[in-house]
């Protein structure tokens, strides 16, 4: 057997790993929450969405938006047959893929810790947070839990995005001009 130098059995062995990093860190799956997955197909998405729609509520409704027809802005009320819990689910779908979801509820402040220790056992400790909010990121994708309240009333929103695709946004919809 020949002798490979240490520093040459170093290279050889970490070769494969400065290749195979890249790959496997954009194999990552993307953010989900509660069965909602970020940059998922629209048709996948609405199946979904319609299979958790409240039963007596208005049904799943997409509109493309008033200045890009690249753009649809989603909505329905939904309950998650896994724990009853019910929120509004608003999404963007940009070139027919998930970019953006958000997840809105309002109750008490007993709402506010249930969903904090939802999301903590999901994506561990937040990687920001301040006074209403708390911030997970993976890569170029965002979870961001935010509450507000005025007396014993709270208004919670889960919003998930995709920065990628929601910067292609720009694209289609120039700046105004001031």
Not at 48 to 65: K, Y
Not at 66 to 82: F, H, K, N
Not at 148 to 158: C, D, E, K, L, M
Not at 169 to 174: D, G, N
């Amino acid at each position: 057997m020949a002798y490979i130098p240490p520093m040459h059995r170093f290279a050889v062995l970490a070769l494969p790993v400065l290749v195979l990093a890249p790959l496997l860190r954009s194999q990552a799956p993307p953010f989900a929450y509660r069965g909602f997955e970020l940059a998922a197909p629209y048709g996948a998405f609405s199946t979904r969405a319609r299979l958790f729609a409240e039963p007596r509520a208005t049904p799943l409704v997409c509109n493309t938006s008033r200045r890009t027809a690249q753009l649809m802005e989603c909505g329905v009320s939904i309950r998650d047959p896994a724990d009853s819990a019910r929120f509004y689910l608003a999404a963007y779908v940009l070139e027919g893929k998930v970019a953006f979801l958000s997840f809105g509820d309002s109750g008490r402040s007993p709402l506010v810790e249930r969903l904090q220790q939802d999301l903590k056992g999901r994506f561990g400790r937040p990687h920001a947070s301040r006074a209403g909010m708390w911030e997970w990121r993976s890569g170029r994708e965002v979870v961001r839990l935010t509450w507000r309240g005025r007396g014993s009333a709270r208004w919670v929103y889960v919003a998930l995005w995709d920065e990628p695709l929601m910067n292609r946004i720009a694209r289609y919809v120039p700046r105004r001009r001031r």
